[in-house]
């Protein structure tokens, strides 16, 4: 970019309050961003700021022409409106894929949105890279959340599997998960899903990062939605946590960052 047409990709990230796995987040994206050559520039906003504010930096992201991407780290604090945020995002400077508009075409057959959410791109991107043809399979979704469990769902439809998504009501949620040749976890519950809740063979994606107390008694560390020790003696593949799929996670954040100024200069 910077050879051909002078220009450097710019990601801003948007950051409000005080949550310590928002800020390791944004930590590791920024990072990320720096080793590859795309410019950051970040926001950080108060745990009580008003509304106006947030929506008033977001605006001033979208009419920078210098900016290519925005990203606002979720959750926000309760007293903010998430939807009424993820609604003002610029849709061509949207690369966590959150709009409304983005996730509608994500949906609908035949259209494209302009970006896909990182995490279930990462997912996507992972399965045919490890040799597991997702067309024609049984896939169970644990979790329905904006940010994984729902782009999950789409993006294995369109890639042909049967897609079940399984959430908090759901009775014996063992019962259909065990039946599933991909089963993808994102509920925020340490090992939530054990050994005897997967097929011999099938694969596995943990999308879960929950801070938990280090065993040690030291500090924390991070563990998954599923008890890695007993799925990985059943499972044909797995991913671990921590190491899994966020990496990915993060290359598809940078990928999308790379896509979204190759069109804003017409170079795609
Ligand atoms: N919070 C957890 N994952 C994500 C993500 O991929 N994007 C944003 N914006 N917030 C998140």
């Not at 369109?158 to 079940?164: D, G, L, N, Y």
């Not at 014996?172 to 809740?197: L, Q």
């Not at 899994?244 to 100024?261: E, H, K, Q």
């Amino acid at each position: 970019m910077k050879s051909g047409i002078g220009k450097f990709p710019r990601l801003a990230v948007v950051l409000v309050g005080d949550r310590r796995d928002s800020h390791t987040f944004i930590h590791i994206k920024l990072k990320a961003c720096d080793q590859v050559g795309i410019e950051t520039v970040a926001s950080q906003l108060p745990e009580n700021c008003d509304e106006s504010e947030l929506l008033d930096v977001v605006s001033g992201f979208n009419e920078d022409p210098d900016v290519h991407g925005i990203l606002v780290q979720l959750p926000l604090p309760q007293h903010l409106d998430e939807e009424k945020i993820i609604n003002v995002v610029s849709l061509e400077k949207d690369v966590d894929g959150f709009h409304p508009l983005n996730i509608g075409n994500l949906a609908i057959r035949g259209r494209k949105p302009f970006f896909v959410p990182c995490a279930p791109k990462g997912c996507i991107e992972l399965l045919p890279r490890h040799g597991v043809e997702i067309k024609g399979k049984r896939a169970v979704i644990i979790g329905r959340s904006k940010i994984v469990g729902l782009p999950t769902s789409l993006l294995l439809q369109r890639h042909h599997a049967t897609v079940s998504v399984l959430h908090a009501y759901m009775k014996n949620p063992e019962h259909i998960t065990s039946e599933a040749d991909i089963v993808v976890v994102d509920v925020g519950v340490p090992n939530i899903v054990c050994g005897n809740w997967i097929k011999k063979g099938a694969v596995v994606i943990d999308m879960g990062t929950n801070q938990v107390k280090d065993p040690s008694g030291h500090g924390f560390c991070v563990s998954g939605d599923v008890c890695f020790e007993e799925a990985v003696k059943v499972a044909s593949a797995i991913t671990p946590v921590p190491g899994g799929v966020g990496p990915v996670t993060i290359s598809m954040l940078l990928s999308n960052t790379l896509d979204s100024v190759k069109r804003a200069f017409g170079m795609v």
